[in-house]
């Protein structure tokens, strides 16, 4: 069985200051892990993803990702929030034949 | 067209109307999704079907009741709804059931009144 969960529904920056958002998860099969963002009244749009290989990700908009094995972890970083990155995020898990399961989505709120 | 797109984008229909939402991708995957997005809620997947079989079908009430004709096509035919049943219903697609990426339509906005 595989679950996400992401720490902070609600997350608040400042433009300009270091976005992090926190996702653990657990996998009895190797993790694939992705982000997802939402903008209101949006489909999810995939921001990033890790399978195999390099375990520091790059993503659209300025977005990052480390895997972390021995953590459970796959933290979402921007060094920089800008305005458009308000949004929801999403954490999601799967493996070989393991459908994606989502965390239940951490809410961006920048402020000027 | 490319990607996921689903139709209507908004719907407000009464509880004893009958009224279906279309979903349609252009990326040859074989695997297909309803998810359900109600506010303050999570992401509930409610259907997956995989090469048009459904293979999933989580304790969703039967006035939802889902159709995949062909792998680039599904529906979701809606009957007798709740007003509670309000929500954000999402369409996805991806390669396989597992191991990749899914893709996600815009999402219908239902109203039941």
């Known amino acids: 069985a595989q679950s996400v969960t992401q720490l902070g529904s609600h997350v608040s920056v400042s433009e300009g200051a270091l976005v992090l958002l926190r996702c653990n998860y657990s996998s009895s099969v190797p993790p694939y892990l992705f982000w997802y963002v939402q903008y209101p009244n949006q489909g999810l749009q995939l921001l990033l993803k890790?399978?195999?290989?390099?375990?520091l990700v790059k993503g659209i908009n300025g977005f990052e990702a480390e895997f972390k094995k021995s953590e459970t972890s796959f933290h979402l970083t921007k060094p920089s929030a800008h305005m458009s990155d308000a949004a929801e995020y999403f954490c999601a898990v799967s493996g070989s034949f393991q459908k994606l399961v989502f965390g239940t989505g951490t809410r961006l709120l920048v402020s000027p | 067209e490319t990607g996921v797109t689903q139709t209507p984008r908004h719907l407000v229909m009464g509880m004893t109307n009958k009224k279906s939402l279309k979903c349609e991708q252009h990326?040859?995957?074989?695997?297909m999704y309803w998810y359900k997005q109600s506010a303050k809620k999570p992401l509930e997947l409610m259907f997956v079907?995989?090469?048009?079989?459904?293979?999933e079908n989580n304790s969703v009430p039967s006035r939802f009741s889902p159709e995949c004709p062909n792998s680039s096509h599904l529906f979701l035919h809606l009957h007798t709804l709740q007003p509670e049943d309000s929500a954000l219903y999402l369409c996805?697609?991806?390669?396989?059931?597992?191991?990749?990426?899914?893709?996600f339509g815009q999402g219908t906005r239902l109203t039941v009144v």
């Open positions: 996805a697609s991806s390669q396989d059931v597992g191991g990749t990426e899914a893709f």
């Open positions: 079907y995989n090469f048009k079989e459904q293979t």
């Open positions: 890790y399978t195999t290989g390099a375990t």
């Open positions: 990326l040859g995957h074989n695997a």
